[in-house]
């Protein structure tokens, strides 16, 4: 296998409509709950940056370029976390209506072989879409996942600014 073949797929099924569904993914400038209470900052438009980051905006996770946009069935951009060195991956959204249900196909690839976000992306993805069938079908992410959060969020005050986070303190978050 080609270490550009290494890839992670996975489907679920949302009893949504698409546009609830794709509402939920593409949720800008407040928390989305089934990405780990993240805010995603983008225009979503084709060419455009895109960055998952905390609600006070002080810690960015992952960042990327738009590639594709087709409300609501399709989504692409890149991704990398800002504290691996790995090259950017990419990731494809695909919502196909099932006429009462959603399902939602999360394709994550054009890994350099089993990097450490190839690794670490195994986990976070199902969690991601098991916490955004709770939300979209009943409101919440579970409760143990609430506890987590609250966990992850205690922690973030002992948890130094990356390198990213620093520049844009630098240049006075001209990128927001």
Avoid at 75 to 102: C, K, Q, W
Avoid at 107 to 126: A, C, I
Avoid at 161 to 168: A, E, I, N, W
Wanted: hydrophobic share 40%.
């Amino acid at each position: 296998m080609n270490p550009s073949d290494k890839k992670h797929v996975w489907k679920i099924n949302i009893r949504a409509s698409v546009q609830d569904v794709w509402a939920e993914l593409t949720k800008r400038g407040i928390v989305q709950r089934a990405m780990f209470d993240t805010v995603l900052e983008s225009d979503l438009k084709v060419g455009s940056k895109l960055a998952y980051r905390t609600p006070n905006g002080k810690r960015t996770f992952i960042v990327g370029d738009v590639l594709e946009a087709d409300p609501p069935r399709r989504l692409v951009h890149t991704f990398a976390f800002i504290d691996l060195p790995d090259s950017p991956t990419r990731v494809m959204y695909e919502l196909n209506d099932l006429g009462g249900s959603v399902e939602l196909v999360v394709t994550h690839d054009q890994f350099e072989g089993e990097t450490p976000t190839f690794k670490r992306v195994s986990g976070g993805w199902p969690s991601i879409l098991n916490n955004l069938k709770c939300v979209v079908e009943h409101g919440q992410v579970p409760f143990r996942t609430r506890l987590q959060y609250a966990m992850m969020k205690a922690m973030m005050v002992f948890m130094p600014l990356g390198p990213y986070d620093k520049q844009r303190r630098s240049c006075g978050g001209a990128d927001r």
